[in-house]
């Protein structure tokens, strides 16, 4: 075991130590720490060790009171802490509507009835089994001794009714100010003994289950009017149409929140159908607590920058200061032109500033105006600062097209430097060698000389007397160094948007090993490639068309040389089409596809002119594909044959 495992186990068992001791606090007494510090703690084990036994169990509380086991499951939930997280759950949770309720920060507790009439109240405790609190819960608000219809009559209904415990801001404040916060003070007051303080808690509800007779309700909507219409107090429900909306709507809670008297965290999405199985799991999958969290905060956007990189302009906001995770933020991200547009948002807009960890803070959502706000549109560059070229908005990125821009040459420089790794070349020195005009391209790096370099190093004083620069001299030695690289590291260092060291090593690894080779494949070539999209196929293709020129002088010329790539085994089937048809014994028709794709081969759907194979095990069959191959003289094989193509030979 290294010493990174001997870590990571340690900070695993650290974790679960942490994550009892503080769920032993909040569901005994009074919690340590917040819940967004607890969530961080639980996200974290979760990234070690996603299968730890303690990920899947709840709590438990104090030995004070009778244990009751629950009608109804009382397991936790999922949790999205910002919309990246809501998006990539709702991908596999698509529904029709998506009911939305406020997430209470309170204590759960579960009312059982019998007939109509209440007979025990049971906190959560380990999701299974907890107190009966019973005596108390009759004290608090919201708690129905029987329940009763519109008309006064009884309600016959057995089963169980589930809520959350609450302590109002209002009563925070003038009673129990000394506790630090609503949750930990209806936490420990509902576990009181003698019972004292529970007239000041109430109980909002959200959820229920017949355990006798048929269901009164058929839906989550209707679950929470039957409810209301019992005389409850109930979550607030919304309904949304698309993920997108939820994202919108929590905003908007986020930012009026503090108006409420009571604490939320976060909302709880789910679908429209009542799923019991899944309810009956310790941790629901199709429904989530999307929560609210410390790195996150509402404030005003006043203006937008461009940020220049290269050939790309990317806008950022300028907002009124915020603080997140301890640091006062008053710029973010905006992503992309579309992202402007999806948002909707503009100057004047009161916005959501998201920052997770370590990561540049964001714009993710903009709330509702007041209607006498004045908000003026974004304005999107139209042409390049550099060379005045009109701008392409793609939606998802704006960039200049010339392959003359300076600004993309001086880009291009940049990268080369890093992708060769040429040391103490800094962006400084290549900017002021640039503007001088002393090197436009890759091509001029290479004629530097110490003289060249020597006036960015030394004050003209010690350039009249002759001396030496030493950074100078480390600088040239580096780039001379530097002549002699691959064909994957020299296509990378010219700045093809997207393409990197590793894109290019695919094409050299399916046989595309030099620059002739590449620069006679098309874009279709390159598509059939194994990990290869017909995007990235025409971006490849068209940032070689630009870069040819380029290349082939410093190349021709011996400025730089590439080192020669032998042709990869691994690359045999490239050139050869491959069609399949009928069951394959060893393995599936996808999982051959791909083998074919990895081996720099291609497949297609049907049987055409220029199919170099048709792969089938019934190879005297009449079948349509059979005689089309047939016809156009294109070789039939079994999956023996196709199989001692693909593998090595022993």
């Known amino acids: 075991m290294d010493l990174f495992d001997t870590e990571k186990e340690q900070r695993i068992s650290d974790l679960v130590q942490l ?141 169980a009714v589930r809520g959350e415990v609450i302590m109002k801001r209002s009563v925070h404040a003038s009673l129990y100010a000394d506790k630090a916060n609503c949750r930990n003070a209806a936490n420990g007051v509902m576990k009181r003994k003698d019972g004292k303080g529970s007239e000041h808690l109430s109980l909002i509800v959200y959820d229920a289950l017949s355990t006798e007779g048929e269901s009164p309700f058929l839906d989550e909507a209707e ?209 002021s060698l640039f503007a001088s005009g002393k090197v436009k391209n890759i091509k001029d790096l290479y004629n530097l000389t110490e003289e060249d370099l020597s006036p960015y190093f030394l004050e003209e004083e010690s350039l009249e007397k002759g001396k030496e620069s030493l950074g100078a001299k480390k600088v040239f030695d580096s780039i001379q160094s530097h002549k002699r690289i691959s064909l994957a590291t020299f296509v990378a260092g010219f700045d093809i948007e997207g393409v990197g060291e590793t894109v290019v090593q695919k094409l050299v690894d399916a046989g595309y090993n030099s620059l002739e080779k590449l620069f006679s494949a098309s874009s279709e070539d390159f598509s059939r490639v194994y990990g290869f999209a017909k995007i990235m196929a025409e971006t490849v293709s068209n940032g070689l068309s630009h870069c040819k020129s380029e290349m082939e002088e410093l190349s021709s010329l011996g400025i730089i040389q590439i080192k020669e790539t032998e042709q990869n085994e691994e690359a045999r089937l490239l050139g050869k089409s491959f069609c399949f048809t009928g069951t394959l014994r060893s393995m599936a028709r996808a999982e051959a596809e791909n083998l074919v794709k990895e081996l720099g081969g291609s497949c297609k759907s049907s049987v055409t002119k220029d199919l170099s194979f048709l792969v089938t095990n019934d190879t005297e069959s009449g079948s349509a594909k059979n005689a089309k191959a047939q016809k156009y003289g294109v070789k039939i094989i079994n999956e023996d044959e196709f199989l001692s193509l693909v593998k090595k030979e022993a």
Request: charge should be neutral.
């Open 19 to 159: 994550i009892k001791k503080y769920q032993a606090a909040y569901y005994n007494a009074e919690a340590l720490i917040s819940d967004a510090e607890f969530d961080s703690l639980w996200d974290e084990l979760k990234s070690l060790d996603p299968k730890n036994p303690i990920l899947k169990k709840v709590g438990s509380d104090s030995i004070s009171f009778k244990k009751t086991r629950h009608r109804m499951p009382m397991g936790s939930q999922e949790k999205a802490a910002d919309g990246e997280e809501f998006l990539k759950w709702a991908e596999n949770h698509v529904y029709d509507e998506y009911l939305v309720e406020y997430k209470l920060d309170g204590a759960s507790l579960e009312l059982q009835y019998d007939s109509g009439e209440l007979v025990r109240a049971v906190t959560r405790g380990d999701g299974t089994i907890g107190d009966d609190i019973t005596a108390n819960a009759k004290k608090m608000g919201g708690v129905l001794s029987i329940l009763l219809d519109s008309n006064g009559k009884k309600i016959d209904f057995t089963g």
């Open 223 to 431: 679950k929470i009017a039957w409810l209301k219409n019992a005389g409850f107090s109930t979550v607030r429900l919304e309904i949304k149409k698309t993920a997108e909306d939820v994202i919108g709507y929590r905003a908007e809670v986020f930012a009026f929140r503090p108006s409420l008297d009571y604490d939320i965290d976060g909302l709880v999405v789910k679908e429209k159908r009542i799923d019991f199985i899944d309810a009956s799991r310790a941790r629901p999958d199709r429904q989530i607590a999307f929560k609210f969290s410390l790195d996150e905060a509402e404030s005003t956007l006043r203006a937008v920058e461009w940020s220049e990189s290269g050939s790309t302009y990317t806008p950022v906001g300028i907002f009124d200061e915020v603080h997140l995770n301890g640091t006062s933020v008053q710029r973010a991200s905006l992503a992309n032109p579309a992202a402007i547009r999806k948002l909707g948002v503009k100057i004047g807009s009161r916005v959501v500033v998201v920052k997770r960890g370590e990561i540049i803070p964001k714009i993710e959502a903009v709330l509702s105006s007041d209607p006498s706000t004045v908000l003026q549109e974004i304005e999107i560059p139209s042409k390049c600062s550099s060379c005045g070229s009109a701008l392409i908005d793609e939606g998802t990125r704006l960039f200049c097209p010339s392959p003359l821009c300076p600004k993309k040459s001086l880009h291009r420089l940049k990268k080369w430097i890093s992708v060769l790794d040429i040391r103490d070349f800094g962006d400084t020195l290549i900017s």
